[in-house]
């Protein structure tokens, strides 16, 4: 008896340092995915990352327990990478906080997806097998996450490649998902070697172990020759554009307390400075306006801009809540009620170009919204959260009813054109594009990272700019409220860049370019075929595991009714 209970106090011993030695597992897979992202210029780390991972689900059995690792993997992502999202540091929006509570917590169940068609392989068809289709069923996750309400692709594994730009140059094909694809496979590559050592079959110099490193080096190396010879083959741009910038640094909460006048004339003194640098275009960030500018009401600060740019003979293009104004026979369904005029109408996050002498100005209201903080997910579908935007305006702005293509004609007489994208809509590769395809030679991000404080926030989402100009080959002038304020050349190099929390403006020089990258032609190619290859393995498996529990059944009833005859 005494042997009994010492052999199961052995064996629980085990057990419980197994448990130990996979918590770390998964602990060091995300913290390694979490300092692959900005601001930690570590993006090599993500090719290995995920090797840890992929050893914990050879030593599980069944789907719970390997999913439980996942989740605190991801989990640890969440809290490095976008901690600060939930603006807990400031804790002045009860809605910012639930949304960033609610990523960090719930976020990591979405890999779940990626996870169990992997698993679902492996059990059936072998680790082998399942390796190889690992990429594509990521960058298929990847893409399919990017779509709808719920979507939220911050933590695409290419996205740890901002820094590198010399390997990212091939995504003007694959569009950031390229990336994953050859993140996702150096880790299956990687693991696979690990494995082999681990389990003691090669030998560290081994001749099967040396050549799958050779390949890794290989694979890993590939996208730099590429990126290089591209880089070298640079042409000069002949054609440019003077854009100014202008970065006035107001707190984000307390600016909607500004009186209208002083906020308008702060904008304007600070693009007065500017002119001096002979702008064709002046960038206002997200929401510089705060009120209603283009009603009615406020046409007396419409004039004050109005005056400065028929003045100076310089457009501006400025971020601001625009209304559009329904008759109530035309008013679709989600429209809000004007307490004081009954009007329906509804409300963007927008942006607006004042041109020297005209009337009627081009509007862009914001596609993308912020799930919680600008948009109730499914909002529109739903009667009660219809309410709840008409009464107190949680998550109350509209959805923008298409992309804009802004035009102007710069000081040598020459038509421009250019898409904007407001903040969070920059992080959506597929999206952005759509600007391009539609004739825009250069990019303008307007946004407001000033939420975020000193955190990685406003560094991580100006990275992701960077891609934007490379998938694009277009030139990308940034206008943050409170920095960081940039332009970045076709290539993805950053020009010019302000420090954060600093009242200035500034005008540069960007390219523009009409040329048609293969990604922004013709969009997600790559990543649909992805999806396609990496969907079709995991319902082979399982048609496989249904067809294999099927005979099994077959074989026990058999069993039975042979016995029940003998």
């Given at each position: ?5 010492k052999?199961v ?30 601001p ?9 990352a ?14 719970s ?45 979405f ?48 996205n ?58 290989i ?72 009120f ?55 409300s ?79 992080v ?63 290539y ?75």
């Amino acid at each position: 008896m005494k042997k009994k209970q010492k052999k199961v106090k052995i064996q629980n011993s085990e057990e419980k340092k197994q448990q130990r030695v996979l918590l770390f597992l998964a602990l060091l897979s995300g913290v390694a995915l979490g300092i692959s992202f900005p601001p930690f210029p570590l993006g090599v780390i993500a090719c290995f990352a995920l090797v840890p991972l992929l050893l914990i689900f050879e030593f599980t059995d069944g789907f719970s327990r390997p999913l439980r690792y996942t989740y605190v993997t991801f989990f640890v992502l969440q809290l490095i990478s976008v901690y600060w999202m939930g603006g807990f540091a400031h804790g002045q929006h009860a809605m910012q906080m639930f949304g960033g509570a609610l990523l960090i917590l719930a976020h990591p169940f979405f890999f779940f997806i990626p996870v169990l068609g992997y698993l679902l392989i492996r059990r059936t068809f072998g680790v082998l097998y399942a390796l190889v289709v690992l990429p594509f069923i990521w960058v298929g996750f990847e893409y399919i996450h990017s779509i709808g309400d719920l979507a939220f692709p911050w933590h695409t594994l290419g996205n740890t490649q901002t820094y590198d730009i010399v390997r990212a140059q091939f995504i003007t094909f694959t569009g950031v998902y390229g990336l994953t694809f050859w993140i996702v496979t150096i880790n299956a590559i990687a693991f696979y070697l690990v494995m082999n050592i681990a389990s003691k079959r090669w030998a560290i110099t081994s001749k099967p172990a040396i050549s799958t490193a050779v390949v890794i080096v290989i694979i890993h190396f590939i996208p730099f020759i590429y990126g290089s010879a591209v880089l070298s083959a640079e042409q000069e741009y002949t054609d440019e554009v003077q854009v100014g910038v202008v970065q006035p640094d107001l707190d984000p909460f307390d600016k909607w307390e500004f009186s209208r006048g002083e906020l308008t004339e702060q904008l304007l003194d600070q693009s007065s400075r500017l002119i001096p640098d002979a702008p064709d275009l002046i960038v206002w960030p997200e929401n510089a306006i705060t009120f209603y500018m283009m009603h009615t009401q406020n046409v007396h600060f419409r004039r004050m801009v109005e005056n400065f740019v028929n003045d100076t003979g310089v457009p501006v293009l400025t971020g601001l809540p625009y209304m559009k104004i329904y008759p109530e026979d035309e008013a679709p369904r989600t429209a809000k009620i004007n307490e004081f005029t009954g009007e329906r109408y509804q409300s963007f996050n927008g942006a607006v170009m004042i041109e020297p002498d005209k009337e009627e100005y081009d509007f862009y209201g914001k596609i993308v919204l912020v799930p919680f903080v600008e948009r109730i997910p499914f909002g529109d579908l739903f009667e009660f959260a219809v309410k709840i935007r008409r009464s107190i305006g949680v998550g109350g702005w509209d959805v923008g009813p298409d992309t804009t293509i802004f035009s102007f004609t710069d000081s040598m007489e020459r038509e421009r054109q250019f898409g904007t994208v407001i903040c969070y809509e920059s992080v959506y590769p597929g999206f952005v594009r759509h600007f391009t395809n539609k004739g825009a030679d250069f990019l303008v991000v307007i946004t407001n990272d000033s939420w975020w404080g000193e955190t990685p926030g406003p560094r991580q989402h100006l990275q992701m700019s960077v891609l934007r100009a490379i998938e694009n080959r277009r030139a990308i002038a940034r206008s943050a409220n409170g920095g960081i304020s940039t332009y970045i050349d076709p290539y993805g190099r950053i020009l010019y860049e302000t420090d954060l929390f600093v009242r200035t403006q500034v005008s540069y020089a960007i390219p523009v370019s009409d040329q048609m990258t293969f990604y922004a032609r013709y969009g997600d190619v790559f990543s649909k075929i992805c999806m396609l290859l990496g969907a079709l393995p995991i319902v082979a498996s399982a048609g496989e595991r249904m067809r294999q529990r099927m005979f099994a059944t077959q074989n026990k009833y058999r069993k039975e009714f042979e016995e029940k005859n003998d």
